[in-house]
């Protein structure tokens, strides 16, 4: 083992490539878009050292060219979860004891590749994959990814020198252990970064996890395994599973060594999480760790001293970018009579000149939403607010499913700011609009209507008004923006994370996160210890 007091690498944000024409990066990406278009993958599970292929091949189509086949994927049961289980406990000794600094080096190396050689392959894999554009790509897959592994390393060394204060004559020691057993992380679709920190953060800790991904996501998650498996990520550290939700549900929350889940999700499927664990509370060797980023539904309040051109771009960037399949998106607005007809006019003038279409024409701002379920879902919530006399249609509206899943960005505006499109998550390219008449009360309302408390954002040149909102708005929005749209928080700088029922609010891209993934353990060394039970008060005047 070496002996030093180890530095991280110095620290700034991975730079965004802008993709622009005639750019090398547009050219590059453009070529892994047609090598991987050119070819059908076939996707394993990685469970230890092995590839598991099975009998059951379910095919990946890109959400807006349902036409096509980029690959399968293998789906497996609750055998292999179980194996899974099986094969990070046996990686988990030797892990755990493997140097941090050696952990470090692993993760250190994968944000590299992804900055160098995968940057383009990973980036092309969620735009066919998950029907991200060429720039939501850019600032998921390759930079927030590359950000969350580094920035981590970081925030890992910090914790680990957090140390207690030594009296005279004994040494006092903190030991961030692992945790004892496994971690299961479960990953959404609509961030790729999300779906590869979920597990990594975990694993950076010493602890080894059973990652399922979202189906719709499993197509860049394969690259993300190719990375951390070429980075030097030893067998049985990570072990990615593609099984029924449910089913692996019942085999990991049932056993013994279950030590905590990391989760992104809805807040349904999270509240029967929690209370599944619940219910198993006595099998447990420990109390296992719960950290889960669930829903949102995200408001933008403006303020009648708020310039129109920042409202309008803020909503249009907010509620429409990935097709409004943030759990960040902003997705219902709130803004002064005096104010609306303008901005109004604004949104419709730029909705005019959106494009919608397939992701590799770069000219397209909105492309597919990520299956005909989540279509189905969408539409049901634009079909029942047509009818509505309390909703109406200002834009959009329109959809077509039959070469993609497109949905045009769509805004409602409604007469009752407890309609149910400002109530519930749609996720998808909908922003509903309540237009108030008076500050004060709105906020009472923003606060009141919604289980959520994800993002949010107040937009105003005021500072009375800025101040207000912050005080009155406090536990509505873990993450607040000031004069800006609720979405695109970046590692280290706004660390990410909602409460009430959008989730644990443990902050990824934070060290509040990491903190979540270790057990701490107290050492003392007395040097010259007492060699009699007496103290001097005992002894007679």
């Given at each position: 083992?070496?002996?030093?007091?180890?530095?991280?690498?110095?620290?700034?944000?991975?730079?965004v490539?802008?993709?622009?024409?005639?750019?090398?990066?547009?050219?590059?990406?453009?070529?892994?878009?047609?090598?991987?278009?050119?070819?059908e993958?076939?996707?394993?599970?990685?469970?230890?050292?092995?590839?598991?292929?099975?009998?059951?091949?379910?095919?990946?189509?890109?959400?807006?060219?349902?036409?096509?086949?980029?690959?399968?994927?293998?789906?497996?049961?609750?055998?292999?979860?179980?194996?899974?289980?099986?094969?990070?406990?046996?990686?988990?000794?030797?892990?755990?004891?493997?140097?941090?600094?050696?952990?470090?080096a692993?993760?250190?190396?994968a944000?590299d590749?992804?900055?160098?050689?995968?940057?383009?392959?990973?980036?092309?894999?969620t735009m066919?994959?998950?029907?991200?554009?060429?720039y939501?790509?850019?600032?998921?897959?390759?930079?927030?990814?590359?950000?969350?592994?580094?920035?981590?390393?970081?925030?890992?060394?910090?914790?680990?020198?957090?140390?207690?204060?030594?009296?005279?004559?004994?040494?006092?020691?903190?030991?961030?252990?692992?945790?004892?057993?496994?971690?299961?992380?479960?990953?959404?679709?609509?961030?790729?970064?999300?779906?590869?920190?979920?597990?990594?953060?975990?694993?950076?800790?010493?602890?080894?996890?059973?990652?399922?991904?979202?189906?719709?996501?499993?197509?860049s998650?394969?690259?993300?395994?190719?990375?951390?498996?070429?980075?030097?990520?030893?067998?049985?550290?990570?072990?990615?599973?593609?099984?029924?939700?449910?089913?692996?549900?019942?085999?990991?929350?049932?056993?013994?060594?279950?030590?905590?889940?990391?989760?992104?999700?809805?807040?349904?499927?999270?509240?029967t999480?929690?209370?599944?664990?619940?219910?198993?509370?006595?099998?447990?060797?420990?109390?296992?760790?719960?950290?889960?980023?669930?829903?949102?539904?995200?408001?933008?309040?403006?303020?009648?001293?708020?310039p129109?051109?920042?409202?309008?771009?803020?909503?249009?960037?907010?509620?429409?970018?990935?097709?409004?399949?943030?759990?960040?998106?902003?997705?219902?607005?709130?803004?002064?009579?005096?104010?609306?007809?303008?901005?109004?006019?604004?949104?419709?003038?730029?909705?005019?000149?959106?494009?919608?279409?397939?992701?590799?024409?770069?000219?397209?701002?909105?492309?597919?939403?990520?299956?005909?379920?989540?279509?189905?879902?969408?539409v049901?919530?634009?079909?029942?607010?047509?009818k509505?006399?309390?909703?109406?249609l200002?834009?959009?509206?329109?959809?077509?499913?039959?070469?993609?899943?497109?949905?045009?960005?769509?805004?409602?505006?409604?007469?009752d700011?407890?309609?149910?499109?400002?109530?519930e998550?749609?996720?998808?390219?909908?922003?509903?609009?309540?237009?108030?008449?008076?500050?004060?009360?709105?906020?009472?309302?923003?606060?009141?209507?919604?289980?959520?408390?994800?993002?949010?954002?107040?937009?105003?040149?005021?500072?009375?008004?800025?101040?207000?909102?912050?005080?009155?708005?406090?536990?509505?929005?873990g993450?607040?923006?000031?004069?800006?749209?609720?979405?695109?928080?970046?590692?280290?700088?706004?660390?990410?994370?909602?409460?009430?029922?959008?989730?644990?609010?443990?902050?990824?891209?934070?060290?509040?996160?990491?903190?979540?993934?270790?057990?701490?353990r107290?050492?003392?060394?007395?040097?010259?210890?007492?060699?009699?039970?007496?103290?001097?008060?005992?002894?007679?005047?």
């Amino acid at each position: 083992m070496a002996n030093g007091f180890f530095d991280a690498p110095a620290l700034q944000n991975e730079p965004v490539l802008n993709y622009a024409p005639g750019s090398p990066e547009r050219a590059k990406l453009n070529e892994a878009i047609k090598a991987a278009k050119s070819t059908e993958a076939d996707i394993p599970m990685y469970i230890g050292d092995k590839e598991i292929r099975t009998d059951k091949k379910v095919a990946i189509r890109p959400p807006h060219e349902t036409a096509h086949i980029l690959g399968y994927y293998h789906e497996g049961n609750e055998l292999h979860v179980t194996l899974a289980i099986e094969a990070a406990l046996a990686a988990k000794p030797s892990w755990e004891n493997t140097p941090w600094e050696s952990r470090a080096a692993i993760f250190l190396k994968a944000a590299d590749l992804i900055a160098g050689p995968y940057r383009y392959k990973i980036n092309a894999a969620t735009m066919l994959g998950q029907s991200k554009n060429a720039y939501q790509a850019e600032i998921d897959s390759a930079c927030e990814l590359i950000d969350f592994l580094r920035f981590n390393v970081k925030f890992m060394t910090e914790i680990y020198g957090m140390q207690p204060v030594s009296g005279k004559g004994i040494w006092n020691q903190t030991e961030y252990r692992a945790l004892e057993g496994f971690v299961y992380a479960l990953t959404p679709f609509n961030f790729t970064a999300i779906a590869a920190n979920l597990p990594a953060s975990a694993a950076m800790m010493g602890n080894v996890a059973v990652w399922k991904p979202s189906e719709n996501q499993v197509y860049s998650a394969a690259v993300i395994m190719e990375v951390f498996r070429e980075a030097g990520l030893p067998a049985g550290v990570i072990n990615l599973i593609n099984a029924d939700g449910p089913k692996a549900g019942e085999v990991i929350f049932d056993h013994p060594d279950f030590a905590g889940i990391h989760f992104t999700g809805s807040t349904g499927v999270f509240q029967t999480i929690w209370n599944h664990i619940g219910a198993n509370i006595r099998k447990y060797k420990s109390y296992p760790r719960i950290v889960g980023e669930t829903g949102g539904k995200d408001f933008v309040l403006v303020h009648g001293s708020a310039p129109v051109d920042v409202v309008a771009t803020a909503l249009i960037r907010g509620a429409f970018e990935y097709q409004g399949q943030k759990c960040s998106a902003a997705s219902r607005a709130y803004i002064p009579a005096a104010l609306w007809p303008a901005v109004k006019a604004r949104m419709l003038s730029d909705l005019k000149a959106i494009r919608t279409g397939t992701v590799e024409d770069f000219g397209n701002f909105i492309n597919a939403v990520i299956s005909e379920k989540a279509f189905d879902k969408i539409v049901a919530y634009i079909e029942q607010a047509r009818k509505d006399p309390e909703a109406q249609l200002i834009a959009g509206g329109t959809y077509d499913k039959s070469a993609g899943y497109f949905i045009d960005p769509t805004i409602i505006e409604v007469t009752d700011p407890h309609y149910v499109t400002m109530r519930e998550e749609i996720f998808g390219p909908v922003l509903s609009v309540f237009v108030y008449d008076d500050y004060e009360k709105i906020m009472d309302v923003i606060d009141q209507t919604s289980i959520y408390a994800l993002t949010g954002s107040v937009i105003a040149t005021s500072r009375e008004a800025i101040e207000k909102a912050s005080v009155r708005l406090r536990h509505a929005a873990g993450n607040f923006y000031i004069n800006d749209k609720p979405t695109g928080a970046v590692v280290g700088q706004q660390p990410f994370g909602g409460a009430r029922g959008s989730g644990t609010n443990d902050k990824a891209g934070s060290i509040l996160n990491l903190l979540r993934w270790v057990s701490a353990r107290t050492i003392k060394e007395t040097f010259d210890p007492p060699k009699t039970y007496e103290y001097p008060f005992l002894q007679k005047d």
